[in-house]
């Protein structure tokens, strides 16, 4: 069936430094959105893609449907990053699978 | 394919009026999120039930939106006073409790397009 493997499921990083969650897909997908749960349990949209990369700040995305994958990659990383973050992937249908989440946690 | 139901496809109000819509789930999901979709086919999380209960909804949904998942009835999300910006695709998911909701597959509606005039 349609899965969603997001790694790493726990990242720790220094303020200041960066690193890159990875969604691999076992089929194809058709647009991947990128959330952070954050400490009220809500869940924020960070970015929605069909295809290509799109940067915002500090954040930046890429999504691969012919290589199945997705990327969230992290620079500068500051304290309030902290959190749990998804992707959801969008098959062909009405369906969207979520990832296992990987939870940050940004310290000093 | 998923068989979740929303009433009406379609609805048009004027600005400050309330807006209704409805959601069946599919039979045997207890979790039903709401979300609304913008032009940019982004989906933005509104608010999330597990049978009767709120489990999460934004600050938005909390100040302008009404929702709730009553028992044998339909699940409904209610503008109480429509803004142009409110213009979207409002769907409906459902899905089985997993983990922590959220994290398993969730089934869509069609989703209800509302203008806001």
């Known amino acids: 069936g349609d899965q969603v493997e997001q790694s790493p499921s726990a990242l720790s990083l220094h303020e200041g430094t960066g690193s890159a969650l990875r969604c691999n897909f076992t089929?194809?997908?058709?647009?991947v959105q990128w959330f952070r749960k954050n400490s009220r349990g809500s869940l924020i949209n960070l970015f929605y893609?069909?295809?290509g990369t799109k940067e915002n700040g500090r954040l930046k995305s890429a999504f691969d449907s012919k290589e199945r994958y997705s990327t969230l990659h992290i620079r500068d990383a500051q304290l309030e990053d902290s959190g749990t973050y998804f992707c959801?992937?969008?098959?062909?249908?009405?369906?969207?699978?979520f990832g296992s989440g990987t939870r940050l946690l940004v310290s000093p | 394919n998923s068989k979740v139901i929303q009433t009406p496809r379609y609805l048009v109000k004027g600005q400050g009026q309330k807006a209704k819509m409805r959601c069946i789930p599919e039979?045997?999901?207890?979790?039903v999120f709401w979300y609304q979709q913008n032009k940019n086919n982004e989906f933005k999380f509104l608010i999330n039930?597990?049978?009767?209960?709120?489990?999460?909804q934004i600050d938005m949904t909390e100040k302008r939106f009404s929702a709730e998942c009553p028992s044998n009835s339909p699940c409904s999300l209610e503008i109480q006073s429509s803004e142009a910006g409110d213009s979207a695709l409002y769907l409906c998911?459902?899905?089985?409790?997993?983990?922590?909701?959220?994290?398993?597959?969730?089934?869509f509606g069609p989703g209800t397009r509302l203008l806001v005039l």
């Open positions: 998911a459902s899905s089985r409790p997993g983990q922590g909701a959220g994290q398993d597959t969730q089934y």
């Open positions: 089929t194809t997908m058709r647009a």
């Open positions: 893609l069909a295809s």
């Open positions: 959801a992937a969008l098959t062909g249908g009405y369906k969207v699978v």
């Open positions: 039979k045997g999901h207890p979790v």
């Open positions: 039930f597990q049978n009767q209960e709120v489990l999460q």
